[in-house]
């Protein structure tokens, strides 16, 4: 009797301490680096033309467009009121090999110090990790994956063609003609941006596109006003209204001054 308990003790404590050194292996995450609340129902979908691309940033020397860049790129897709949720949540070369050749055609970097890895990088850890709460967009290849559906889905350049709007130097647009040429892919969901050159010319720079949580074109009315802030307080503005548009061609050799 006296073994059978001094057994039943020994397996006990085993069980036990093995449960403890168990549970110190798990990783202990700060709280600060998970927050996965998904209470988010808005995304924006951003394009930008990389025409105007280099008027928006100051070191103008640093940007660079690859020769095979002809059309509007992607910037980004970013659920709103929320960023950087993991910072734990790795992402590595090896996820996006498959889609690489799309990826670099349609989601290029133009920053000279910014390769495209670190640039799909840098929009992962503070977009793609708030995203990934969603179960078709729920990891790196996932995430990239609905992106680049969106971007062929939206085929801005198609109907810009349609309407006769193509890039010039000296041919500039009214907001009406803009809007009007989108309206019919995106209906009212999605908003112009711009940038001034250095005349003081109202440039377009990009084009914000609402896109709800599974995906699909527009937002639900609650999420409106949030949109339109996040749009008004990032790189360029809403372009005006009572002001004609320029719409600069791309000029690989000096994209910092397309139309010298």
């Given at each position: 009797?006296?073994?059978?308990?001094?057994?039943?003790?020994?397996?006990?404590?085993?069980?036990?301490?093995?449960?403890?050194?168990?549970?110190?292996?798990?990783?202990?995450?700060?709280?600060?680096e998970i927050r996965h609340s998904c209470n988010w129902t808005c995304m924006l979908f951003t394009l930008q033309w990389p025409g105007s691309f280099c008027l928006n940033i100051d070191k103008k020397n640093i940007c660079r467009i690859p020769e095979n860049i002809q059309d509007w790129t992607i910037h980004?897709?970013?659920?709103?009121?929320?960023?950087?949720?993991?910072?734990?949540?790795?992402?590595?070369?090896?996820?996006?090999?498959?889609?690489?050749?799309?990826?670099?055609?349609?989601?290029?970097?133009?920053?000279?110090?910014?390769?495209?890895?670190?640039?799909?990088?840098?929009?992962?850890?503070?977009?793609?990790?708030?995203?990934?709460?969603?179960?078709?967009?729920?990891?790196?290849?996932?995430?990239?994956?609905?992106?680049?559906?969106?971007?062929?889905?939206?085929?801005?350049?198609?109907?810009?063609?349609?309407?006769?709007?193509?890039?010039?130097?000296?041919?500039?647009?009214?907001?009406?003609?803009?809007?009007?040429?989108?309206?019919?892919?995106?209906?009212?969901?999605?908003?112009?941006?711009?940038?001034?050159?250095?005349?003081?010319?109202?440039?377009?720079?990009?084009?914000?596109?609402?896109?709800?949580?599974?995906?699909?074109?527009?937002?639900?009315?609650?999420?409106?006003?949030?949109?339109?802030?996040?749009?008004?307080?990032?790189?360029?503005?809403?372009?005006?209204?009572?002001?004609?548009?320029?719409?600069?061609?791309?000029?690989?050799?000096?994209?910092?001054?397309?139309?010298?």
């Amino acid at each position: 009797m006296a073994f059978y308990k001094m057994s039943t003790i020994w397996v006990c404590s085993t069980v036990l301490l093995i449960g403890w050194v168990f549970t110190q292996d798990q990783p202990h995450w700060p709280t600060s680096e998970i927050r996965h609340s998904c209470n988010w129902t808005c995304m924006l979908f951003t394009l930008q033309w990389p025409g105007s691309f280099c008027l928006n940033i100051d070191k103008k020397n640093i940007c660079r467009i690859p020769e095979n860049i002809q059309d509007w790129t992607i910037h980004g897709l970013w659920p709103l009121k929320d960023h950087y949720c993991c910072n734990c949540w790795p992402i590595f070369h090896s996820h996006l090999q498959e889609l690489e050749p799309e990826i670099s055609q349609l989601w290029p970097s133009l920053i000279k110090t910014r390769s495209n890895f670190i640039f799909w990088k840098d929009e992962w850890f503070k977009h793609g990790t708030c995203a990934g709460c969603v179960e078709n967009m729920s990891s790196p290849f996932l995430y990239f994956k609905a992106v680049l559906k969106l971007r062929l889905l939206f085929s801005v350049d198609i109907f810009l063609e349609k309407a006769g709007i193509k890039p010039s130097c000296n041919a500039s647009y009214k907001y009406d003609d803009l809007h009007g040429a989108l309206k019919p892919l995106l209906g009212d969901n999605f908003v112009l941006q711009c940038v001034k050159d250095e005349k003081e010319r109202e440039a377009w720079l990009q084009l914000k596109i609402d896109v709800s949580k599974n995906v699909t074109l527009g937002c639900p009315a609650a999420e409106k006003l949030e949109s339109s802030r996040v749009t008004n307080t990032s790189s360029g503005h809403p372009c005006p209204r009572n002001t004609t548009i320029f719409y600069f061609p791309i000029n690989h050799k000096h994209p910092q001054q397309p139309c010298t």
